[in-house]
């Protein structure tokens, strides 16, 4: 089961263009489209004629024209125009979804319209601010949305699973963390004192002594992740609010299932330095895509040794009590809203 009243990352705005964008949410194939002022729109991705996909079809206008029997829908779902008759059948619609852009992302609401909640979008400012440039990036998980959510809260993994990229010193897989319940979401993270910068970091911030890394994560329901990330030379202050010698990043990684077992994963750094520096924002939107696709590999190999998404069987140890918290919400969270 899914949460359904709330908000899911349907795609990064400058992916939506001028063309039909077909992609299944929550087990529904969705088709998304922008009007002639840019306003984009969502409507089931299904004909009301024939069941044609409307993704096949072209924009016309503000209208989304089906390619196979020119029927065309406006933003509501309602059909306008059918060829070669005036008389549009009172049942000539199709579903039509809520969707928002904010943040540089097109916003779905997959659950009941008259509940929609613009405020409950995420809070992502560093995503269109101009003193920060963002490298967002996209990958089909053929896992269960909710272990790259597991993924994400654990920080034990990251010396293991990530050593060549942003894993580094072995302690890291021992280093406590601090994990709180927040009103629709789980934070966990921690400080690592005087230790070996990671490569990805060393490369960026060109540390050549240890340094002082903090990562904070947040987890909001259902499956929106963001990471207060970096690192600075290490006794200059960062752990008291001085980041002033070294870089801080913003990663962010917006999941929406596809289906009970597969999802999309909208993910990127943001950072607020050197900010005309295109060589940069390449060498992170690289160095990170190829961390984040480790965690992919792992968890498409995962996914083949579960049930669904059950961990029946399996144990628990104590790095996992930010994800259990999650889970646990979101288990209530879904359990409310279908009464």
Known sequence: MFLRNCWYAAVWSKDLGDTPFA?????????????????????????????APLS???????????????????ASGTCVAIPGQTTIPPDAKVKCYP??????????????????DETTIPE????????????????????????IVDNLLD??????????????DPQEAILPTKTERLENGVRVGRWM???????????????????????????????NI???????????????????QGFSIWSTHLITPETDTTAHYNWGYA????LENEELTQMLFKGSGETFYEDVEMIAAQQKNLDGNSFDGLIDINADNAQRQARMMLDRLIAAEAG
């Open 56 to 74: 096949r079809g072209v924009c016309v206008g503000d209208f989304l024209e089906c390619g196979y029997h020119g029927l065309q829908y406006d």
């Open 226 to 244: 963001f990471l207060d990330i970096g690192c600075a030379t290490t006794g200059t202050g960062a752990p008291e609010g001085d980041r002033g």
């Open 155 to 168: 920080l034990t993994h990251v010396i293991y699973l990530h050593k060549n990229t942003i894993g580094a």
């Open 271 to 274: 950072r607020n330095f050197d």
């Open 23 to 51: 992609r299944t949410f929550l087990n529904e194939p969705v088709v998304l489209f922008r009007q002639l002022d840019g306003t984009p729109a969502a409507l089931a991705d299904r004909c009301c004629h024939r069941a």
């Open 193 to 223: 004192i005087d230790i070996e910068a990671p490569p990805l970091f060393a490369e960026v911030g060109g540390f050549n002594t240890n340094v002082d890394r903090w990562q904070h994560v947040t987890w909001l329901a259902p499956s």
């Open 99 to 116: 969707v928002r852009e904010k943040w540089n992302t097109i916003w779905i609401w997959m659950g009941d319209p008259d509940k929609v």
């Open 124 to 147: 992502l400012f560093w995503l269109d601010d101009p003193g920060w440039v963002a490298s967002p990036g996209h990958f089909h998980l053929d896992g269960h949305y909710q272990l």
